[in-house]
């Protein structure tokens, strides 16, 4: 049977390949004393070692750039945890901070007005809108409280106590609507009556109505009158925003801006009632 040309040429590369094994098989048997099976196995299988070798180095490149990305992670995790943690400390001690600097200003209070009987007190609740137009105090009867009781804070008067229960009370502040005081201008002995406005009161503003001649100005400090009925006198209550004219031209309106800030009240100081006797 005659081969065909191609079956040649197939048969001739093959011949020498085998040649080409055996050769170097028996060299490397020769010169490092393997035997020529062992030489042919290794050749033979050498392109497939080489593969998997390769196969496993990759494998165990993307093996480890996951096991990287699970570290990577969980440090992140632990981060976010040590920062939520930090965050935490840093907010309680602003309170702290926050809280400290309100007993401070109550203990000035306390300082100044130390000739009257006085009782710290706590705020524990509020009306309904966003400044603390009437609240609640952790003080009652049992402590000693009484209606009128006069309540400071942040340096400034704060409002009066009007219903008593036996451990809590309930008080007004100087710019409710049902508050009027009688007020005096530091700077030009006038007198007046600071009264609280509901639209006011949504700026944490109060109104004074003063007489017309008066030369009140933006800027001027009022405080409590020997004429009030309720409070001391001489208690700083705020300055001046802004000065208008009434209607009829025989008043004048200046908004006053309390040094109290009813929108973040926390401590008063209770001035007692023993304290007008």
């Given amino acids: 049977m005659k081969l065909s040309q191609k079956t040649k040429k197939k048969l001739i590369v093959i011949g020498i390949s085998v040649t080409a094994v055996l050769s170097v098989s028996v060299v490397l048997g020769v010169k490092y004393n393997i035997s020529m099976l062992s030489s042919v196995a290794d050749i033979i299988t050498y392109p497939f070692k080489k593969s998997i070798y390769f196969l496993t180095e990759q494998v ?83 402590q000693g409280i009484k209606e009128e009781d006069v309540l400071l804070s942040g340096g400034g008067l704060a409002g009066h106590i009007t219903k008593v229960d036996p451990l809590t009370s309930t008080a007004i502040s100087i710019i409710d609507d049902r508050s009027s005081i009688s007020v005096k201008v530091v700077r030009t002995g006038d007198t007046g009556i600071l009264r609280g406005d509901i639209e006011l009161a949504e700026k944490g503003l109060c109104r004074l ?53 009813f929108k973040h009240l926390e401590n008063v100081l209770v001035i007692t009632s023993d304290s007008e006797e």
């Fill in 60 to 142: 165990s490149e993307v093996t480890g750039y996951f096991k990287n990305v699970e570290d990577l992670i969980r440090e992140n995790e632990e981060l976010k945890t040590q920062n939520d943690r930090l965050l935490y400390q840093n907010t309680m001690l602003e309170q702290y901070k926050s809280e400290n600097e309100g007993l401070k200003e109550i203990l000035s209070l306390k300082q100044r007005y130390q000739e009257y009987p006085t009782l710290g007190a706590n705020v524990i609740a509020k009306d309904i809108s966003n400044w603390y137009k009437s609240f609640n105090i952790d003080k009652g009867l049992i």
């Fill in 209 to 261: 109505e003063i007489d017309i001649e008066s030369e009140v100005v933006k800027g001027d400090q009022i405080i409590t009158s020997h004429l009030s009925d309720i409070y001391p006198p001489g208690i700083p209550i705020g300055t001046v925003e802004e000065v208008t004219t009434g209607k009829n031209g025989l008043t004048q309106y200046a908004y006053i801006k309390p040094f109290v800030d």
